[in-house]
Antibody, heavy 129, light 110 residues
Framework: QVQLQQSGSGLVKPSQTLSLTCVIS??????????WNWIRQSPSRGLEWLGR?????????DYAVSVKSRITINPDTPKNQFSLQLNSVTPEDTAMYYC???????????????????WGQGTTVTVSS | QSALTQPASVSGSPGQSITISCTGT?????????VSWYQQHPGKAPKLMIY???NRPSGVSDRFSGSKSGNTASLTISGLQAEDEADYYC??????????FGGGTKLTVL
C-alpha cells in the first residue's frame, strides 16, 4: 500500500528556512492520478493547507495565499519524494507539518479531486531561537 | 481564503445520530462537488472519511455519510460508537485551485 515517510528538521531559528521531505512508497510522485500536498496544524490555526505539486505532462504547483511568497514545493523524481521549503519563518510557523497524497485525475486545467487519502506521520516543527 | 465554518463541538449518546455542518461560500463549498471530511484522533494524522461530498473510501463504515445544500456541507454519523469520538474537519476545493479546511469539530460520545 501507499506510504509517506517524512523527515526534516524539527527546530528552526526565526528568519531561517524550514525544510521537510516526504518519501513516497507504493506510488510515484509523477503519477497522473495524484497530487502531493503539504498541510500544517497548530492549536491557533487548526488545519491549514499549504500547497501541492503534481505532474500532468509538466510540473504544476498550487500554493495557499497565506504563504505564497515564502513557499516552494519541489518534486524529486529520481528519489520519488517531494519537499517543502518555507522561508523567513517566524514563531507563527510553529506547527505539526504533514504531507499527504490527494487523488486527482484529469488534464490541466480540468481536474477531479478525491480527497487526501494517505498521510505522512507528521513532523513537529518549532520556530525558536 | 477564510476557513470554513464548523461548530466547535457536538455530542451524542451511543447509538444516536449526529450531524456536523460545514459552511463556506459560493467560491468553495457551494461552487464545487469537492468537499471532503476527515477524522482525527489525538496524536494521529487525519483520516479521509468522505470525499466528493458523499463518497466513502474503501474501508470506511457506512455509518458515515455526507451531503451538501448550497454553501453548507454536512457529515452525518449514525449509530454512534465510542470509537467515533474524535475531531472532524471538512475541506473544500476553491475557485483559486486551492484547498481550505474548516476549523474542526470535537465530537464527544456521551
Amino acid at each position: 500500500q501507499v506510504q509517506l515517510q517524512q523527515s526534516g528538521s524539527g527546530l528552526v531559528k526565526p528568519s531561517q528556512t524550514l525544510s521537510l521531505t516526504c518519501v513516497i512508497s507504493g506510488d510515484s510522485v509523477s503519477s497522473d492520478s495524484a497530487a502531493w500536498n503539504w498541510i500544517r496544524q497548530s492549536p491557533s490555526r487548526g488545519l491549514e493547507w499549504l500547497g501541492r505539486t503534481y505532474y500532468r505532462s509538466k510540473w504544476y504547483n498550487d500554493y495557499a495565499v497565506s504563504v505564497k511568497s515564502r513557499i516552494t514545493i519541489n518534486p524529486d523524481t529520481p528519489k520519488n519524494q517531494f519537499s517543502l521549503q518555507l522561508n523567513s519563518v517566524t514563531p507563527e510557523d510553529t506547527a505539526m507539518y504533514y504531507c499527504a497524497r490527494e487523488g486527482m485525475s484529469g488534464s490541466y486545467p480540468y481536474y477531479y479531486h478525491y480527497g487526501m487519502d494517505v498521510w505522512g506521520q507528521g513532523t513537529t516543527v518549532t520556530v525558536s531561537s | 481564503q477564510s476557513a470554513l465554518t464548523q461548530p466547535a463541538s457536538v455530542s451524542g449518546s451511543p447509538g444516536q445520530s449526529i450531524t456536523i455542518s460545514c459552511t463556506g461560500t459560493s467560491s468553495d463549498v457551494g461552487g464545487y462537488h469537492y468537499v471532503s471530511w476527515y477524522q482525527q484522533h489525538p496524536g494521529k494524522a487525519p483520516k479521509l472519511m468522505i470525499y466528493d461530498v458523499g463518497n466513502r473510501p474503501s474501508g470506511v463504515s457506512d455509518r458515515f455519510s455526507g451531503s451538501k445544500s448550497g454553501n453548507t456541507a454536512s457529515l452525518t454519523i449514525s449509530g454512534l460508537q465510542a470509537e467515533d469520538e474524535a475531531d472532524y474537519y471538512c475541506s473544500s476545493y476553491t475557485r483559486s485551485s486551492t484547498l481550505v479546511f474548516g476549523g474542526g469539530t470535537k465530537l464527544t460520545v456521551l
